[in-house]
């Protein structure tokens, strides 16, 4: 995990790079760092490797104070991609990607199968672990900078706009994979983009800074562009295009999921059993009517109850059919669950759509 | 890539021709200077030829085996000083983004200053000796060393110096293992110019009494006998021409393959 606490850059000539910035990072999670030029973004992701030094406050890496670990010791463990790569040019790819090993002191013996292991990782044959990099592609450059970085086998990776020197193409390619490998590589990433396309599309969660290295606002990315904290971050997301883009497309092609719906009469046993099939404490509670009557939280739900009794309140929308995604949107927003449930013409229970597939369907395309 | 290449020399054919001309037209002069051994271009060449197959030329004190050891002698003596202190200077400085233009400054002033004075200022302050031939020679040598390992260590690119502080090398490794390699081919290209620039002039020992071919030159001009002359000036520029291709020979050697392949513009 990673942690801000209270940190301020000042630079010598006066400039505040970033001002008291809180921020936590749970262990796993991508986030974005994201805003116009000047608002410190990079140097927020240069004060984790302690590249920069923070004038206030602190930064903590799994507990760690960084100002009380050695900066080299630090820097082996927390893998580093940059915008052109920043290769070198007088080694071969394999000596390039063996670079933090190398530094750790690794037998050669681990170091060949790494090497070869995390060509595959980023797609590259390895054919090219022979090649200079002035030999490889603008991509294929980048794709052995993301291999170099992991290679240590770090924790935690920072990436500082590593798409950004890449034509669009391959850009839209690089971004793809990105996806792809964060999900096999469980670790926790700090990517910094000016592209705010860019960060909804790849993060797991949007830190939003605005000049003068102020934090505007931090969460989700379907949560900002829903409730953005202020005219700044809407106008930033480009809110109001994206939801009248919402608006145009219906929810109607959304898969739904069973949900697995329990009746309003079920007790703490049977809402428990369901949400344990379902994989999520939110169960739908549905009628003998097949009317939907709200959520039931399995943790809140004590024996002798029943579901119907916690159920109700506010978050009883539904989407039918012909509702827009901006409906759906909102409704699963609203909704402690996240979900919004999906009803037939007739106003029948016909399944959950959670939020991540609305954002899928709508934000990512 | 955006690898700055280094400014472009003219190739040694050239520079051989040129040479050959020079002696050739400066032969052909030589009678109004009241020489002998001149003439025309052919019979410049001829008692060139007579000059270097004569008794006693390739050995004995005045032989040109033992003026090439005395020459070398000035020159890697000059060169190892001007390399032990330019170097570090240099390299140091371009490592550390610092300072760099006052050290180019002080290290110019050796090319202000010409080689003749500060020999004969020598001569006078320390008296005969190998000194002030040594003085000069080392305050030639020295600003092209500063300056080039200066500038080709400045020159590293920025994105890979910042990529091997953010993964975790020591200022140590990232000179050692980085900024050096890549640095190499414009250090190198200043220690052959100043080899070259130090076997040309270590000829001013004659002037002071001293060996080398320079000795030819002096004592060819005191017996006005342009043969002699002409042979000792020859025998200058073949010597600076080996050590220049010797030179080359170890810079394939030590600039990394990956930076040669780069620079001669192979692409995938």
Redesign the interface.
């Known amino acids: 995990m990673i942690r801000f606490e209270k940190v301020t850059k000042r630079f010598a000539d006066g400039t505040t790079a970033v001002d008291a910035l809180d921020l936590e990072i749970a262990d796993g999670e991508t986030v974005m760092l994201v805003g116009p030029s000047g608002c410190g973004k990079t140097t927020s992701l240069r004060l984790i490797?302690r590249?920069e030094e923070a004038t206030g406050g602190r930064v903590l890496v799994n507990g760690q104070d960084v100002s009380q670990v050695d900066?080299?010791?630090?820097?082996?463990?927390i893998g580093?991609v940059?915008?052109?790569?920043?290769?070198?040019?007088?080694?071969?790819i394999e000596g390039n990607i063996a670079?933090?090993p190398r530094?750790l002191g690794w037998a050669r013996a681990k170091i060949q199968p790494k090497v070869d292991d995390m060509l595959e990782t980023v797609g590259l044959d390895r054919t090219v672990a022979q090649?200079?990099?002035?030999?490889?592609?603008g991509g294929q450059q980048q794709r052995v900078?993301v291999a170099?970085?992991l290679a240590g086998e770090p924790p935690v990776l920072?990436m500082d706009e590593p798409f950004a020197a890449v034509d669009p193409i391959v850009r839209a390619r690089l971004q793809q994979e990105f996806l792809d490998l964060k999900k096999r590589v469980r670790k926790t990433i700090v990517f910094v983009t000016h592209d705010v396309d860019e960060a909804i599309k790849l993060g797991d969660k949007i830190a939003i800074l605005k000049e003068g290295g102020q934090l505007a606002q931090y969460g989700r990315p379907v949560e900002i562009l829903a409730r953005p904290a202020d005219s700044f971050v809407a106008d930033f997301v480009g809110r109001e295009r994206t939801l009248k883009r919402l608006a145009l497309m219906t929810a109607d092609s959304l898969d739904v999921t069973p949900g697995n719906p329990v009746d309003p009469d079920a007790d703490a046993e049977r809402v428990g059993a369901a949400a344990a099939e379902a994989g999520q404490p939110w169960v739908p509670v549905v009628g003998e009517d097949r009317r939907f009557q709200g959520w039931c939280d399995s943790r809140r739900l004590v024996n002798g109850h029943t579901a119907g009794q916690l159920a109700g309140g506010l978050s009883i929308a539904t989407v039918g059919p012909g509702d827009t995604l901006r409906t759906a949107l909102d409704a699963a927003l609203s909704a402690e669950s996240r979900s919004v449930v999906r009803v037939d013409a007739a106003g029948n229970y016909l399944g959950v759509i959670t939020l991540e597939r609305i954002a899928e369907a709508g934000l990512w395309s | 890539?955006n690898?700055k290449r280094p400014p472009a020399r003219p190739p040694r054919a050239v520079l051989l021709l040129t040479g050959l001309l020079a002696v050739a037209l400066t032969g052909c002069a030589s009678d109004s200077l009241m020489m002998r051994g001149g003439g025309g271009p052919i019979e410049v060449l001829q008692n060139l030829w007579a000059w270097f197959t004569e008794a006693g030329r390739w050995n004995g004190n005045d032989g040109i085996p033992n003026r090439v050891v005395e020459h070398l002698y000035y020159t890697v003596v000059s060169l190892a000083i001007a390399l032990a202190i330019s170097l570090p200077v240099g390299i140091g400085l371009g490592h550390l983004g610092k300072g760099g233009l006052f050290a180019i400054n002080v290290s110019n002033i050796g090319r202000a200053v010409p080689e003749f004075g500060i020999v004969i200022l020598v001569f006078i302050i320390a008296g005969y000796g190998e000194l002030p031939v040594i003085v000069a020679l080392v305050a030639l040598a020295m600003p092209p060393i500063v300056t080039n390992s200066y500038v080709g260590m400045r020159d590293v690119?920025r994105?890979?110096t910042?990529?091997?502080?953010?993964?975790?090398?020591?200022g140590w490794?990232r000179l050692t293992q980085?900024e050096l390699?890549?640095a190499s081919p414009a250090i190198m290209a200043g220690i052959r110019t100043s080899t070259v620039q130090v076997i040309a002039t270590a000829t001013i020992g004659a002037y002071v009494g001293l060996g080398g071919l320079g000795r030819y030159i002096i004592d060819g001009l005191a017996q006005h006998r342009m043969d002699k002359v002409l042979g000792g000036a020859v025998s200058v520029a073949v010597l600076a021409m080996a050590a220049e291709l010797s030179l080359a020979g170890l810079q394939r050697v030590i600039v990394?393959?990956?930076?040669r392949?780069?620079r001669a513009g192979?692409?995938?």
């Not at chain 1, 090649?131 to 592609?137: A, I, T």
């Not at chain 2, 910042?162 to 020591?170: D, E, K, P, W, Y």
């Open positions: 490797n590249l900066p080299t010791q630090l820097r082996r463990g580093y940059i915008q052109h790569a920043g290769l070198f040019p007088h080694r071969r670079t933090v530094l090649r200079f990099p002035h030999q490889l592609s900078g170099r970085a920072l | 890539m690898a690119d994105q890979v910042g990529a091997a502080r953010g993964m975790g090398m020591t490794q980085v390699p890549l990394p393959k990956g930076i392949t780069m192979a692409t995938p």
